[in-house]
């Protein structure tokens, strides 16, 4: 059973910057493929980005391609999120989740989940 903590949300200005982290514990990190995810109020669930278990993959989804970049230490067992260039738009609770495989992360076919994190974005 692994269990994921999120943290590092919090309130930020648009424009500004955050670093999100999500540690793990009670498994094996390195067995996993991570993924940050984000709800809005009122909307679905949404993937962020991506990373295999090595790091040598990644996914961005398009709300944030070139604007966030996902990282894993993987003898600290843990991920990272660090968020650029913030908007608004990016107001949500962003969860962190692990899967066995890259591709069940971007299928949404998590094994794990956090239990959140809360990013605000003033303009």
């Known amino acids: 059973q692994v269990q994921l903590i999120e943290s590092g949300g919090g309130l930020a200005q648009a424009g500004g910057s955050l670093r999100l982290s999500c540690a793990a514990s009670g498994g094996t990190f390195m067995d996993y493929a991570m993924g940050w995810f984000r709800q809005a109020p009122g909307k679905e669930r949404d993937i962020v980005a991506a990373i295999s278990w090595s790091g040598s993959s990644t996914y961005y989804a398009n709300s944030m391609k070139g604007r966030c970049t996902i990282s894993r230490d993987n003898a600290k067992k843990t991920l990272y999120l660090q968020m650029n260039n913030l908007k608004p738009e990016d107001t949500a609770v962003y969860y962190c989740?692990?899967?066995?495989?890259?591709?069940?992360?971007?299928?949404?076919?998590?094994?794990?989940w956090g239990k959140g994190t809360l990013v605000t974005v003033s303009s």
């Open positions: 989740a692990a899967a066995g495989t890259y591709s069940q992360v971007l299928k949404y076919s998590l094994d794990y």
